[in-house]
């Protein structure tokens, strides 16, 4: 997978609404999900996937919630994809992810963001990916204000405006109130009717790759050193476009303490308009500024070849 500008470090895995089973009580549970009971099999997913009951098992949990969804149960469609992007099978979930994102769920909104933003699994967005990353912060998640901060360092001004537009047009929060609303309709209906899930999460557990449940924080390689540049090299990249000079000046030093070689190029800041375009000048050749470039993004930056 190829390496993004933001961490994503998906809370995933949202608490049931109903209570917690029993070990004595899987045996009924097993045996209403295997008679096709679609809220049983997605308990039954939910005990495999917290080890309520039973061993934790992902796979098991992804069966059953992958069960349950056939039959219509919106709870087991949202979770089965926050478990098959945990696993790795990311985009096969985010389909159910885009889904959940339209009903209001948190954890969905942050997730879709960052995919947005970093161009993985989704088009690459940055309005688009701020606005949904605005809305889940709303919700509360403090991984999604994180990511927020950060791609406040990228978008200009007019993207920002454009993202408030956005902001707009996408659903509200779903809130537990309304989870549990829809869970106590589903049971006075002898579990007919699907229900949506809750917004509270449980601990995050370590998956592999972006979120990952679970969910992974994406750690940057050791970069090797960049070459010396050349005395009078005319190649120039762009680290990033910021609202004041003293931010680009922050991200610099930030760049600089990751990225080994990139405090030998000269530091250049160009205005347009209000906003200061940060560059790294004197390399070269275009050879010498993908490479550069390449360890930039290695280290979580963003990083733009400007020719002569």
């Not at 605005?134 to 919700?139: D, T, Y």
């Not at 209000?274 to 390449?294: M, Y």
């Amino acid at each position: 997978m190829k390496t993004g500008l933001l961490v994503l470090l998906l809370v995933a895995g949202a608490a049931g609404i109903g209570a917690v089973p029993l070990a004595s009580d899987i045996p009924a549970l097993q045996a209403r999900a295997q008679a096709g009971d679609a809220d049983a099999e997605y308990q039954l997913a939910e005990a495999y996937r917290g080890g309520r009951g039973v061993p934790a098992d992902p796979e098991m949990a992804i069966m059953w919630y992958r069960r349950a969804a056939g039959q219509g149960h919106i709870r087991a469609s949202e979770e089965l994809g926050f478990a098959l992007f945990a696993h790795g099978d990311r985009r096969e979930a985010m389909p159910y992810i885009e889904k959940a994102a339209a009903r209001g769920e948190a954890r969905a909104l942050y997730l879709l963001g960052t995919a947005h933003f970093n161009g993985d699994y989704a088009t690459r967005d940055w309005p688009l990916a701020y606005a949904q990353t605005m809305r889940a912060a709303s919700a509360g998640l403090s991984a999604a204000q994180r990511n927020l901060d950060l791609m406040d360092h990228y978008l200009l001004p007019s993207d920002k405006t454009k993202a408030e537009q956005i902001l707009a047009t996408l659903p509200p929060i779903r809130t537990k109130a309304q989870a549990q609303a829809q869970a106590q309709a589903q049971e006075a209906a002898g579990g007919a009717t699907p229900i949506a899930t809750s917004t509270q999460t449980n601990a995050a557990t370590p998956a592999p790759k972006v979120v990952k449940p679970m969910v992974a924080v994406k750690t940057p390689k050791p970069a090797p050193v960049a070459p010396a540049p050349a005395p009078d090299g005319v190649w120039k990249v762009q680290l990033g476009a910021f609202g004041s000079a003293d931010r680009a000046q922050e991200r610099w030093k930030t760049l600089t303490a990751k990225v080994a070689g990139l405090g030998r190029y000269d530091r250049r800041l160009a205005a347009a308009g209000s906003v200061q375009r940060l560059q790294a000048g004197g390399i070269a050749s275009k050879a010498d500024a993908q490479a550069l470039c390449t360890k930039v993004r290695a280290a979580g930056g963003d990083c733009l070849v400007l020719a002569p």
